[in-house]
C-alpha cells in the first residue's frame, strides 16, 4: 500500500467542487420537483456531484497508464447499466430515479477509495446521505401539499 498523507489543499479543493456542483444543480431539481416532473429534487444534485466525483477521481489519475482511464469507463457503463434496472416507469409516473443515481454514486465512492482520494469518497458518501434522507421528508411534504 502507498504512503497514505492527506493534502489538505487538495481536500478542500475538491470539497469546494462537489459542493459546489451539488449546490447549482439543487434549484434545478426543485424546479423540476415543484412542476411535478418525473425527475426531481434528489436526482438532479445527486447526479451532478456524482458525475463532479468521477472528474475529479479520473483527474487525479490522467497521467496515468490508458488501462486506468478504460477501467474506469467500464464501471461507468456497468453502473449506468445497473441503475437503469432501478428505475421503474408505471403510465406517467417515474420512480427510482434517485436509487439510480444512489448507485451510480456508490459507484464513484468505490473508484475514489481505490485511488486514494478518501476526501471524495467521503463527500460523495455524506452528500448522498443528505439528500436521500432530508429530501425525501421534503419531497413527501411537496406530494402532501399538492394534493390538498
Same mark, same amino acid.
Given at each position: !500500500?502507498?504512503?497514505?498523507?492527506?493534502?489538505?489543499?487538495?481536500?478542500?479543493?475538491?470539497?469546494?467542487?462537489?459542493?459546489?456542483?451539488?449546490?447549482?444543480?439543487?434549484?434545478?431539481?426543485?424546479?423540476?420537483?415543484?412542476?411535478?416532473?418525473?425527475?426531481?429534487?434528489?436526482?438532479?444534485?445527486?447526479?451532478?456531484?456524482?458525475?463532479?466525483?468521477? !472528474?475529479?477521481?479520473?483527474?487525479?489519475?490522467?497521467?496515468?497508464?490508458?488501462?486506468?482511464?478504460?477501467?474506469?469507463?467500464?464501471?461507468?457503463?456497468?453502473?449506468?447499466?445497473?441503475?437503469?434496472?432501478?428505475?421503474?416507469?408505471?403510465?406517467?409516473?417515474?420512480?427510482?430515479?434517485?436509487?439510480?443515481?444512489?448507485?451510480?454514486?456508490?459507484?464513484?465512492?468505490?473508484?475514489?477509495?481505490?485511488?486514494?482520494?478518501?476526501?471524495?469518497?467521503? !463527500?460523495?458518501?455524506? *452528500?448522498?446521505?443528505?439528500?436521500?434522507?432530508?429530501?425525501?421528508? *421534503?419531497?413527501?411534504? !411537496?406530494?402532501?401539499?399538492?394534493?390538498?
Amino acid at each position: !500500500m502507498e504512503n497514505f498523507q492527506i493534502e489538505w489543499q487538495l481536500v478542500y479543493d475538491h470539497s469546494l467542487h462537489l459542493v459546489f456542483a451539488y449546490l447549482l444543480a439543487l434549484p434545478i431539481g426543485w424546479d423540476r420537483e415543484r412542476s411535478s416532473r418525473n425527475f426531481g429534487l434528489r436526482t438532479f444534485p445527486l447526479v451532478a456531484v456524482v458525475t463532479c466525483g468521477y !472528474m475529479l477521481v479520473g483527474i487525479s489519475v490522467i497521467d496515468s497508464t490508458g488501462g486506468e482511464a478504460r477501467v474506469i469507463q467500464g464501471i461507468l457503463t456497468g453502473i449506468g447499466f445497473i441503475g437503469g434496472g432501478a428505475i421503474l416507469t408505471d403510465r406517467d409516473k417515474v420512480s427510482g430515479t434517485a436509487s439510480a443515481a444512489s448507485i451510480w454514486n456508490t459507484g464513484a465512492i468505490g473508484v475514489a477509495v481505490v485511488v486514494n482520494r478518501y476526501e471524495i469518497a467521503v !463527500m460523495l458518501s455524506f *452528500l448522498n446521505v443528505i439528500t436521500l434522507f432530508f429530501f425525501s421528508k *421534503l419531497k413527501d411534504e !411537496m406530494r402532501s401539499d399538492e394534493n390538498t
